[in-house]
C-alpha cells in the first residue's frame, strides 16, 4: 500500500522567512514518482514538481527547492524568501507502476504574514 | 479552454437526491481520475479512465457512485440517493499519457453540499 504522511499540519511565517514543508512516503513500488501541488484559496490543484524515485537530484526552481533522499524516503520542499503570494495549502503525492492514480498526504497549510 | 473544466462550481441538494457533475478534460488528455476530498484533507482517488474505459473504479465509496465516459474525452460522475457523508469537494484531473510519470491537471472542482 502507499501512504504519504505530511506531519506538520499549519505552518506560519513572516514575509522573506525560509520554510521547509516536510513529506515522508512509503510504497513497495520500485519505481515511483513523486509530486507537489499548490491549492491556493480558490481550489484549484496546481502542479510544482515531479521527481522519478531513480533520480535523487536535487531541485531548484526560483525560490522553490525540492530535497530527495531515499534513505529517508522524504520528499522536503522549501521555499526561500517566502512571500504573501505563497500563502496556500501544499499537498504531497505519489504514484506508481503499481497504482496509477495518486496518493495525496494531508497537505500543510502555509501562512506568510506580511 | 486550456484547462480541467468542471460544472457545476456548487452544488446543494437534498439528502436522497441524485447529482451529477461534469469533467470537461484537456483536449488529447488520455487519462482522466475522480478524486474526492473532503475539508481539510487531501484529494482521495475515486475512479480512473484511459479513453473511454474505466480501468480503476476501486476507489468508489459504495455503489451509490457511478462514473463514465462514453466518448473518451468528458466524464460525469453520478451519485445516487446522496447522503450528508458525500458532502465534499470532487476534483477532475486529466493528463496526457497513462504514464504513471505524467502529472495530473486539475479542474477548480465541484463542492456539494448534501442539505
Known amino acids: 500500500a502507499q501512504k504519504v504522511t505530511q506531519a506538520q499540519t499549519e505552518i506560519s511565517v513572516v514575509e522573506k522567512e525560509d520554510v521547509t514543508l516536510d513529506c515522508v512516503y512509503e510504497?513497495?513500488?520500485?519505481?515511483?514518482?513523486l509530486f507537489w501541488y499548490k491549492q491556493p484559496p480558490s481550489g484549484e490543484l496546481v502542479f510544482l514538481i515531479r521527481?522519478?524515485?531513480?533520480?535523487?537530484q536535487n531541485e531548484i526552481s526560483g525560490r522553490y527547492s525540492w530535497n530527495f533522499q531515499k534513505s529517508t524516503s522524504s520528499f522536503n520542499f522549501t521555499i526561500t524568501a517566502s512571500q504573501v503570494v505563497d500563502s496556500a495549502v501544499y499537498f504531497c503525492?505519489?504514484?506508481?507502476?503499481?497504482?496509477?492514480?495518486?496518493?495525496f498526504g494531508s497537505g500543510t497549510r502555509l501562512q506568510v504574514q506580511p | 479552454g486550456a484547462g480541467v473544466s468542471q460544472s457545476p462550481r456548487y452544488k446543494v441538494a437534498k439528502r436522497g437526491q441524485d447529482v451529477a457533475l461534469r469533467c470537461d478534460p484537456i483536449?488529447?488528455?488520455?487519462?482522466l481520475f475522480w478524486y474526492q476530498q473532503a475539508l481539510g484533507q487531501g484529494p482521495e482517488f475515486l475512479t480512473y479512465?484511459?479513453?473511454?474505459?474505466?480501468?480503476?473504479k476501486s476507489g468508489l465509496p459504495s455503489d451509490r457512485f457511478f462514473a463514465e465516459r462514453p466518448e473518451g474525452s468528458v466524464s460525469t460522475l453520478k451519485i445516487q440517493r446522496t447522503q450528508q457523508e458525500d458532502s465534499a469537494v470532487y476534483l477532475c484531473?486529466?493528463?496526457?499519457?497513462?504514464?504513471?510519470?505524467?502529472?495530473?491537471?486539475f479542474g477548480d472542482g465541484t463542492r456539494l453540499s448534501i442539505l
Open positions: 479512465f484511459q479513453n473511454e474505459a474505466q480501468l480503476d
Open positions: 483536449s488529447g488528455h488520455v487519462s
Open positions: 521527481r522519478n524515485s531513480f533520480d535523487e
Open positions: 510504497t513497495r513500488d520500485t519505481t515511483y514518482y
Open positions: 503525492a505519489l504514484s506508481g507502476t503499481g497504482r496509477r492514480a495518486l496518493t
Open positions: 484531473a486529466s493528463s496526457l499519457h497513462m504514464d504513471s510519470r505524467q502529472p495530473q491537471h
